[in-house]
C-alpha cells in the first residue's frame, strides 16, 4: 500500500488543484476521509497540541509513531509535516527523512529554518544540502514519496517574494517534488510564484479567508494545505465551551455541537 499511494500522491501533483487538510488524530483523520478529500496532511501543530505540547515541542520517537497511525488509519495518501527534518545537518536530515519514509506516508516537508521562536532561516548552501540530502534518503528507500521544500521567510519576519523564488527554485534544483512558502496572502504574489518556479508544483497554506479553491486554482496552485488551522477550529469550540462553563456556570455553547448520533455514524462506517 505504501508504493500505491506514494503513486497516487504524486498523480495529485500533475495537474489539476486538490485540498490537503491537516488532521491530527485518527479521528479526524478518517473524518476527513469521509468527506471525500482525494489526501491528507499531518500537522506538527495540530499534533504538538493534542499532546499538551507548543508547536515543534515534539520528539522524533514519538511523531514516527504518530505519522505510522495516521498513515494507517485511512486509505488515502498522508503527507506528513516533518517540521525541519528534527535535525539541523544533513546527515541527520537524511537519517529521520529515512525512517519517516518507513512509516507508510506517501510525503513528506522539509523546512528551511528550525523552528520556535526567534528562529532563523539555514543559510542557502545549507538548506540546499539539507533538501539534497532528503532527495537522496527518499531515493534510497525505494519509496517513492514526494519530497516538499519549504522556504519560511514569510514566517521568520522576512516577507520577501524574491527570496522565497530564490530559495524555492534552488531546492527544485535539489529535488524537490512541490514547493512550499507558508505565510503568502496575495494572490497577485501567489500568481507569481507559481510563474517563476514552474513547472514544479506549488502549496499555498490556507488559514485564513483571503482566497477560494477556484481563485488560488486560477493562479495555478496546485495544492491547498491548511496547516493547523482545523485543529484551531476545533480548540477555539472546546474552550469557548469550557471557558463559559467556568466563567457563568452556562451550557449555552452545547446547542450547536454535532450530535452524538451523527458522531457514531460517522465512525461505524469504517470497515
Known sequence: MPARTA???H???QSGCFVLPNPWDVGSAR????LGFSALATTSAGYAWAAGEPDHGIRLEPLLAHLREIA???????????ENGLADDPA?????????????????????APGGPGAALYDLGVAVERLRAARQAI???????????????FLVGQPDLSVAI?????????????LYAPGIRDLDQIGELVRAVAPTPVNVLMVGDFASVAQLADRGVRRISVGG?????????FLTAAREIAGSGTFHAFAQTVSHTELNTLFSRRG
Open 72 to 82: 494507517a488509519s485511512v486509505d488515502l495518501p498522508v503527507t506528513a509535516d516533518f
Open 139 to 153: 531515493d534510497a528507500s525505494g519509496t517513492g514519496i514526494v519530497l516538499t521544500a519549504r522556504c519560511e521567510t
Open 11 to 13: 498523480e495529485l501533483h
Open 7 to 9: 503513486a497516487a500522491f
Open 166 to 178: 530564490d530559495r524555492l527554485t534552488a531546492y527544485a534544483d535539489a529535488g524537490a517534488d512541490c
Open 31 to 34: 473524518a476527513l476521509a469521509s
Open 92 to 112: 541527520g536530515v537524511a537519517r529521520h527523512v529515512t525512517a519517516a519514509a518507513a512509516t507508510g506516508i506517501a510525503g513528506l516537508s522539509i523546512e528551511d
Open 229 to 237: 488551522a482545523l485543529a484551531r477550529t476545533a480548540w477555539t469550540g
